[in-house]
C-alpha cells in the first residue's frame, strides 16, 4: 500500500460536458424522450473521453468518481447507504436517487445548500437515529474499471467521512451527525480494501471541512479518522484531499497519520507551514498551485518558485490544480470571440491541466525544458498588468464621489411612511421574486438572436409579448405587486456583466451550478462602467401594461461579483464598490422613470462568507456597505426590497438586517420559518417576505399548507410588516407549475387575510 509518488494531476474535473451533453440528456430522460440505457451509454462516452483528455495531456494520476448523475454528496449518501427513508420505496436505483435530488409529486427533495464558498450547490444528507450506514460502492468501483480497462492509471475519489458528516443535516432528533463517525469509519475501511482488490493503487478522500470552522476539534478529528483508516492494512495509499483554504493544525494532525499523501491548496492557503512538520518528510504533497476556482493564468515562475520551498520538506511533491476544474470551464477553444490578448491572460480546465504538466515538467527536467512557455507566460502577465482596459481612473473618481455622499438613507420609519402613503398596499401583499418561466420559446428566441436568424426589433417584440402575457397573469392571479418576469435575461449576472464595460461574457463557459443546471460565470477584468441603462426600458414597459406597481429587478454588487471570476490584482471590496456604483446609477433612473419600489437581489451574499470566523466580520462590513451604495441613491418614498436564497442564513444574519433594505424576501419554506425568529433575535423591524413554499421542487403547494407557512410566519411577525412570497424566482419551473402555486398561494394570502 505504498504507491509509486506520481507528478502531476488534478483533484476532479467537471462532468456535465463540454456541450453541456450530460444536461440534456438527463432532462430528455427526466421528460421521458429517452431510457436509461440511452443516459447510461452517453455518460460512459462522456466519462471516457474526459478520462482519456487527462491522460493524454500529462497526468499520471487521473481522478476517478468524479462523475456524477446530480451531485457527489448525494452519490456519497447512496455510497453509505444514507438515502432518506422516504425514497426507500422507489425500487429503481437511478429513479430513487433522481427522487433524492428533485422530489416527485409525493415526496420532498433533499435540501440543496452552498458548497462551501462555491456557487455549485450540494444536496444536504439527512442523518436520522434510525440511519443504517451500509456500502454502496458499485459506483465508484464501476468508474474504477472503467478507467483502469482504458490503461488510465486512476485514482478513485471519495468525499471523505468527516466532510460527509459535518456537511449532513440531523434529522428526527437524529443528533449531530459526526457523532456517527463509529459507524462510517468501518464502511469506508471495507470501501479501501474493495477499492485495492479492484485494482486501484492510490485513492483520493476529501476532506475540505478540514479548512473550515465547522467542528472545533478539526484536528482531533483527522488524527482520529486517519488514524483508523491509515492503520489499515489491506488498503490503497490513501491521499487526503484539503481544498478551499489552510488545514492549520490539521496539517500537523494528518501528518502524524500513516496516510501517504496530503493535498494542498496553495492557492487559498500558503506553503508556510510545511516545513514546520517534519512528519511531512515521508508523505507525497500534492501542492495545489495552480487556482481551480478562478481563470486566469497561472504566474508559472511564481508556482516553481512555490514548489521549490517544498522539496525538501516532503518525500515527493506532485503538481496539482488547488481544487477540483469542477468550478472553471472546459476550455478555452470554443470562446471564438475573446480578442488574443484577453485569451492570453486566461486558463480555464484544460489549459489548467496543461499547466500543471508544465510545472511537473519543470521539476522533473529543469526550467530550461519549459522556457518558451515560462517567457510566453511572464509577457502575457505582463501586458495584462499594463493594459488600459484595465485601470480608468474616472470609474475611482466616480466610487469615490458617491462614498462621499455617504451610504445611509432616511430612517427606516420615515421611509415606512413615505412608502405607504406612495404606494397604498393591502395588509400582508402578494408578490413573486422576479423571474418567470425561462421558456424554450424564450430561450429558442435568444439562440435565434444569437445566430442572427432574427434581428435585435424582433428578439424584443417577442420577449415585450413575454411581459405582457408575465403582467396579464399575475393581473388574473390577483397579485399586488407585480413583476416582468426576467424573459430577456439570460441569467441575473451575465445580463448585466453583458452590458458593463469591465466584464467579458463567455460563449460556451458553462459551469454546473446544481444538478443538470449550469451558469456562465463573467469574466471582471477591468475597472466597471456603466455606459448605458440596463433594465428601465423593460421595466418601463411592464408598469405601461398595469395600474399595479411593477418592481425593478436588478442584482447586487456582491451577488455580480460572487458569481463571477473576479481580479485577483485588486481587492474584492473594490470591485464591489466599482459595481454598486453602477446598480447606484440604475435605481436612481428607475426611479427617475416612476418606478416607486426596486428589489436589489443578494442571494450570494452568503456563500461569498470567508471559511474561517476571524475573516469573517470584515467581509460583511465591505458586502453590506457595497449594497447600501447601490440602494442610498433613492428617495425614503422608494421602496428598496432585497432577496436572499441557497443558504443557511445563521451567521449573517444581523448583516441581513444591517443592509437596510424596506422589505427583505429570503428563502424559509425549506427551513420552516426558523428564519425569522432568527430575524426578530436581532431586532429587524423591516418588511420581510419568508418563502411560503420551495421552488425548486416541481410539487404545487396545497392552500392549506401555504396557509400554515403564513399562520406559522404571523406568530413572528405582525402583518405589517409581513410579505407572501415564493421562496426565489420562478424560471426553472413550468407555466402551468407557477400557475396553479401562485393560485393556491393568492387563495391562501386571501384566507389568512381576512382572519387579521
Ligand atoms: C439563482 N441562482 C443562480 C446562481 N448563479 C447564477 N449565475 N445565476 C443564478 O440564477 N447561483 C444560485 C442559483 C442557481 N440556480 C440556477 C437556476 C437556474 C439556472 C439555469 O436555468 N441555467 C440554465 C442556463 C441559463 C442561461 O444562461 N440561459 C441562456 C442560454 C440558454 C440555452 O441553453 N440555450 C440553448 C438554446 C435554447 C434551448 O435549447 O432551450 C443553447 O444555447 O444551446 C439563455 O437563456 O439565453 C441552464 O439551462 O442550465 C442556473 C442556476
Ligand atoms: N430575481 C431573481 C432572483 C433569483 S435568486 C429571480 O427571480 O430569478
Ligand atoms: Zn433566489
Keep these: 500500500m505504498t504507491g509509486t509518488p506520481f507528478t502531476a494531476t488534478t483533484l476532479g474535473s467537471a462532468r456535465i460536458g463540454p456541450k453541456r451533453q450530460l444536461k440534456r440528456a438527463i432532462e430528455s430522460y427526466w421528460a421521458g424522450r429517452t431510457d436509461q440505457t440511452q443516459l447510461h ?21 487521473v481522478p476517478v468518481n468524479t462523475f456524477s448523475f446530480y451531485d457527489q454528496m448525494l452519490d456519497t449518501a447512496v455510497l453509505l447507504g444514507a438515502l432518506p427513508p422516504r425514497v426507500a420505496g422507489i425500487a429503481d436505483d437511478l429513479d430513487r436517487y433522481f427522487a433524492a435530488a428533485r422530489g416527485t409529486g409525493r415526496i420532498a427533495p433533499l435540501e440543496m445548500t452552498k458548497w462551501f464558498d462555491t456557487n455549485y450547490h450540494y444536496l444536504v444528507p439527512e442523518i436520522s ?9 458499485g459506483k465508484v468501483l464501476g468508474e474504477l474499471d472503467e478507467a483502469l480497462s482504458l490503461g488510465i492509471p486512476a485514482r478513485p475519489v471519495i ?9 449532513s443535516k440531523a434529522v428526527d432528533d437524529g443528533g449531530a451527525p459526526i457523532g456517527r463517525l463509529d459507524e462510517v469509519i468501518p464502511l469506508y475501511r471495507e470501501l479501501l480494501s474493495t477499492l485495492r482488490s479492484a485494482g486501484a493503487e492510490w485513492v483520493q478522500i476529501d476532506e475540505p471541512a478540514l479548512v473550515t470552522d465547522l467542528h472545533d476539534d478539526p484536528a482531533g478529528l483527522a488524527s482520529r479518522v486517519y488514524g483508523e483508516l491509515g492503520s489499515a492494512t489491506d488498503r490503497p495509499a490513501i491521499l487526503v484531499a484539503s481544498y478551499f483554504g489552510d488545514l492549520r493544525d490539521a496539517l500537523p494532525a494528518l501528518a502524524a497519520t500513516d496516510v501517504e499523501g496530503i493535498a494542498l491548496d496553495l492557492v487559498r492557503g500558503t506553503a508556510d507551514a510545511v516545513a514546520t512538520v517534519p512528519t511531512l518528510t515521508s508523505k507525497l504533497l500534492v501542492a495545489g498551485v495552480v487556482n481551480g476556482r478562478n481563470i486566469w493564468r497561472n504566474d508559472l515562475s511564481a508556482s516553481l518558485a512555490t514548489l521549490a520551498t517544498l522539496l525538501g520538506s516532503a518525500a515527493s511533491v506532485a503538481v496539482s490544480t488547488s481544487c477540483s476544474t469542477l468550478h472553471v470551464p472546459y476550455s478555452l477553444d470554443p470562446e471564438t470571440e475573446l480578442d488574443d490578448t484577453l485569451r492570453s491572460w486566461l486558463a480555464f480546465g484544460e489549459e489548467k491541466v496543461a499547466e500543471v504538466v508544465t510545472l511537473a515538467t519543470a521539476l522533473r527536467d529543469g526550467r530550461e525544458s519549459v522556457s518558451t512557455t515560462l517567457d510566453d507566460c511572464s509577457q502575457a502577465l505582463a501586458a495584462r498588468r499594463s493594459d488600459p482596459r484595465v485601470h480608468d481612473d474616472r470609474v475611482r473618481e466616480q466610487v469615490a464621489e458617491a462614498l462621499r455622499a455617504g451610504i445611509a438613507r432616511g430612517p427606516s420609519a420615515d421611509r415606512r411612511t413615505a412608502q405607504n402613503e406612495r404606494l397604498n398596499l393591502p395588509e400582508v401583499p402578494t408578490t413573486t421574486i422576479g423571474s418567470y418561466p425561462q421558456t424554450s420559446a424564450i430561450r429558442l428566441a435568444r439562440a435565434a438572436l444569437r445566430k442572427n436568424e432574427i434581428g435585435v426589433a424582433e428578439y424584443e417584440q417577442r420577449m415585450r409579448d413575454e411581459v405582457a402575457s408575465v403582467i396579464a397573469l399575475q393581473e388574473d392571479l390577483g397579485l399586488d405587486v407585480l413583476v416582468h418576469g426576467e424573459p430577456e435575461r439570460n441569467d441575473m449576472v451575465q445580463y448585466f456583466a453583458e452590458q458593463l464595460d469591465g466584464f467579458f461574457a463567455t460563449e460556451n463557459g458553462w459551469v454546473q451550478s446544481y444538478g443538470t443546471r449550469c451558469v456562465r460565470p463573467p469574466i471582471l477584468y477591468g475597472d466597471v462602467r456603466r455606459p448605458h441603462a440596463m433594465t428601465v426600458a423593460w421595466i418601463d414597459y411592464a408598469q405601461s401594461l398595469t395600474d399595479r406597481p411593477v418592481k425593478g429587478m436588478l442584482t447586487g454588487p456582491v451577488t455580480i461579483l460572487a458569481w463571477s471570476f473576479v481580479r485577483d490584482d485588486q481587492p474584492l471590496a473594490d470591485s464591489a464598490n466599482q459595481i454598486a456604483v453602477a446598480i447606484r446609477a440604475e435605481t436612481v433612473d428607475l426611479e427617475a422613470a416612476g418606478i416607486g419600489i426596486i428589489q436589489v437581489d443578494e442571494p450570494a451574499l452568503r456563500e461569498l462568507l470567508p471559511l474561517r470566523s476571524e475573516d469573517q466580520a470584515a467581509y460583511l462590513t465591505w458586502a453590506v456597505d457595497a449594497f447600501r451604495l447601490s440602494t442610498s441613491g433613492v428617495r425614503d418614498s422608494t421602496q428598496i426590497h432585497t432577496h436572499l436564497c441557497y443558504s443557511e442564513f445563521g451567521t449573517v444574519i444581523g448583516a441581513i438586517s444591517d443592509l437596510d433594505a424596506d422589505v427583505t424576501s429570503i428563502e424559509a419554506a425549506r427551513s420552516h ?7 426578530n433575535a436581532i431586532g429587524y423591524a423591516n418588511g420581510v417576505g419568508p418563502g411560503v413554499y420551495d421552488i425548486h421542487s416541481p410539487r404545487v403547494p396545497e392552500v392549506g399548507e401555504i396557509v400554515a407557512s403564513l399562520k406559522a410566519a404571523l406568530d413572528a411577525v405582525p402583518a405589517q410588516r409581513l410579505w407572501i412570497n415564493p421562496d426565489c424566482g420562478l424560471k426553472t419551473r413550468s407555466t402551468d407549475e407557477v400557475e396553479a402555486s401562485l393560485r393556491n398561494l393568492v387563495t391562501a394570502a386571501h384566507m389568512v387575510r381576512s382572519e387579521l
Design 41 to 61: 451509454a452517453l455518460a460512459t462516452d462522456l466519462r471516457r473521453d474526459g478520462l482519456q483528455k487527462l491522460h493524454t495531456a500529462g497526468l499520471d494520476s
Design 129 to 137: 437515529a434510525s440511519t443504517e450506514f451500509s456500502l454502496n460502492p
Design 159 to 167: 468525499i471523505g467521512p468527516i466532510t460527509f458528516l459535518l456537511l
Design 673 to 679: 420559518m426558523e428564519v425569522l425568529d432568527d430575524l
